[in-house]
């Protein structure tokens, strides 16, 4: 009993400690974004000496923080939603449809995720360049989607291979086309796992970093990934008003999770087939 | 209720045929079951039915119609599968009322037809449940209610009851042929089951390695089957077999066990054959009587109504079926006398049945 007990503590102790370890980094971060200008370094206690709102209020009226956000939203959402519906098409066809090459397919859509993005960004900046698309809200988006398709593609195949197909027959013999059936049955059944691939597809987009500093030098076309960076200059780093910054990036992201978790329900599928 | 025709219909990957040439001929209201061993191609034959599988050659008609290019909900068919293949999230009243709201019926005509159904499958409790919430036994009633609320031509069953337990599967079994003769509508039904088939069919398809091997009435198959596999396939326990020949007025097995012939067998002296008698046809007596074969009790596995023994006369091995009780005991030598009248011969090299003397004659 008493080692029961102790392992228990011990358990506990490990998961606090972890959950210290993760949170921290935000709660510093906040502590940051609510310090004077200049001051962060003088911070001695584990909060701020006094509250101050205008790196804030600065962000929206002497940076372009708002826009930022916009193109951040509009590239993230647009790239998130094509990359789904691409990635959705090819993981059911993928899943559904046996044809000879299938398994290679899928291979080189994985060996394209291996390639380190710092690999490709120059061979898309030259192509770019060449379709005139730099320095274009359309570049960025389609440069996001080109880093999330591969495992949009996989996951997307993976939730429809759970799906049994007899599902699918059962509504054709019901009065479904094949196209019926995937609207109907493998769709609806598929979503939360398709809604993991947006949220994964939203997420990478709204962070992405090189891309977007690479394909866009103008700073009214800078995402929020970019715009933080601008923060940082030669010779110091405005700390402050960049975590300020940084919670209003973070707020998005956390809100679009926060919608959808409520439509990631698990066991879908249970009660369907045997 | 619609007949439906199968005509020559192959199947091929590639160059490895699966079904070999298919003919069967299902009247209209009709219950017909596909038997066989796993891996036979029965429930493929069924998906191609049903045009869930490409047929390579051949013809598939329903009421008179060509199907082979039919899309499956042209075909004008329902089906219900092993695993139920319920909508996990629509409800009971949502799963029946799928294929009725895709017709665009009106919302009254729905619910009447979904009500009628349910009434007649006891499901009228369970409308707004999802399956999740259902047992076994309601899921798979919920799979036939989804199936007969669209009233279709023929009605496919693809081993239904193989996922549920012993009792429940007796129950489904007689409401499944109660519906049939409600309903009076064609039902062809896949089982590996062979006392499913033999209990619920009007004709049995008997398959194996994509061919049939014998079709017919249930009775005549089990009386009369037309070659070793069918006659160990149907009946339980199995029909049991000795390899042997024909000897005199006799057959002698490989080991020396003697059994006298009826006359009709003719002239087949010297010739190797399996001689097939089913367990019922065996009788159990003193090992004293002259026509006896002596046997010694190796097994004895009584089920209340019947009890089945297993004895060795030799290295042969015999089941013997009987009803009532007899004081009988594990290692004690008994008597062994088959029933002249239902001896069967097959030829050793073809497995083929040896048809008697007289039967030869009157086919003939």
Redesign the interface.
């Given at each position: 009993m008493r080692n029961l007990t102790l392992s228990k503590a011990v358990h506990r102790l490990i998961l606090v400690a972890t959950t210290i370890c993760i949170l921290f980094p935000i709660y510093w971060m906040l502590v940051l974004a609510f310090t004077k200008l200049g001051m962060s370094r003088s911070v001695e206690g584990f909060y701020p000496a006094s509250l101050t709102f205008n790196n804030f209020t600065q962000l929206f009226t002497e940076r372009p923080m708002l826009r930022w956000l916009l193109n951040s939203a509009l590239v993230a959402s647009i790239s998130s939603a094509l990359s789904l519906l691409i990635g959705t098409s090819a993981g059911y066809a993928l899943s559904r449809l046996h044809f000879r090459g299938a398994g290679l397919i899928m291979i080189l859509i994985l060996v394209t995720q291996m390639m380190p993005p710092t690999a490709i960004v120059v061979p898309i900046y030259d192509l770019f360049r060449q379709l005139g698309m730099l320095n274009t809200i359309q570049g960025v988006t389609l440069g996001h989607i080109s880093l999330v398709i591969p495992l949009a593609v996989w996951m997307t195949k993976g939730y429809f291979d759970s799906i049994?197909l007899?599902?699918e027959?059962?509504?054709?013999?019901?009065?479904?086309?094949r196209l019926?059936a995937f609207w109907?049955?493998a769709l609806?059944?598929a979503s939360p796992g398709l809604i993991v691939v947006f949220i994964y597809g939203f997420v990478t987009s709204w962070h992405e970093f090189l891309f977007a500093r690479t394909l866009v030098s103008q700073q009214e076309l800078w995402t929020g990934a970019v715009g933080l960076g601008s923060f940082r200059g030669e010779f110091f780093t405005l700390f402050e008003p960049q975590m300020a910054a940084s919670v209003v990036f973070s707020v998005p992201v956390v809100l679009v999770f926060m919608f959808l978790q409520r439509r990631l329900i698990s066991?879908?599928?249970?009660?369907?087939?045997? | 209720m619609a007949e439906v025709n199968i005509s020559n219909v192959r199947k091929a990957y590639g160059s490895l045929e699966i079904m070999h040439g298919i003919d069967i001929d299902v009247a209209a209201g009709e219950f017909v079951v596909l038997v066989g061993p796993s891996g036979c191609g029965k429930s493929t034959l069924l998906r191609m039915i049903a045009g869930l599988e490409d047929i390579s050659s051949g013809t598939i008609s329903i009421a008179g119609r060509v199907v082979n290019d039919l899309q499956p909900r042209d075909r004008d068919i329902a089906m219900v599968f092993q695993n139920y293949a319920l909508y996990p999230h629509m409800t009971v009243a949502e799963n029946m009322s799928f294929s009725l709201r895709l017709q665009r019926l009106g919302q009254e005509q729905i619910r009447e037809r979904v009500a009628r159904a349910a009434d007649i499958l006891d499901l009228s409790q369970l409308l707004e449940r999802y399956p999740r919430q259902l047992s076994g036994g309601q899921r798979q009633r919920v799979a036939m209610g989804r199936a007969i609320v669209r009233n279709p031509q023929v009605f496919l069953f693809d081993e239904p009851l193989s996922n549920l337990d012993a009792e429940l599967r007796v129950s489904m079994r007689a409401q499944i042929k109660e519906l049939h003769q409600r309903l009076g509508t064609t039902m062809i039904y896949v089982t590996h089951d062979q006392i499913e088939a033999m209990t619920m069919a009007d004709k049995i398809v008997v398959m194996r390695g994509g061919r049939i091997e014998q079709m017919g009435c249930p009775l005549d198959l089990y009386d009369n089957p037309a070659n070793r596999f069918v006659a160990g396939f149907l009946g339980s326990p199995a029909m049991n077999f000795l390899a042997g020949s024909v000897d005199g007025d006799g057959f002698t097995s490989k080991s020396g066990v003697k059994v006298a012939l009826p006359a009709n067998y003719g002239a087949m002296q010297g010739r190797q054959v399996l001689l097939g008698v089913r367990p019922e046809h065996i009788e159990i007596v003193s090992k004293d009587r002259p026509d006896a074969i002596v046997a010694n009790v190796a097994l004895i596995e009584p089920t209340g109504l019947d009890t089945l023994v297993v004895a060795r006369a030799g290295q042969e091995e015999v089941t013997v079926s009987y009803r009532g009780r007899m004081d009988v005991r594990v290692g004690e030598t008994v008597g062994l006398l088959r029933d002249p009248g239902h001896l069967h011969l097959f030829d050793q090299s073809t497995l083929a049945r040896i048809q008697p003397a007289d039967q030869q004659k009157s086919m003939a």
């Open positions: 049994p007899d599902l027959n059962a509504a054709r013999i019901d009065g479904c086309t019926a109907h049955v609806p059944l066991g879908g599928l249970a009660g369907g087939v045997r | -």
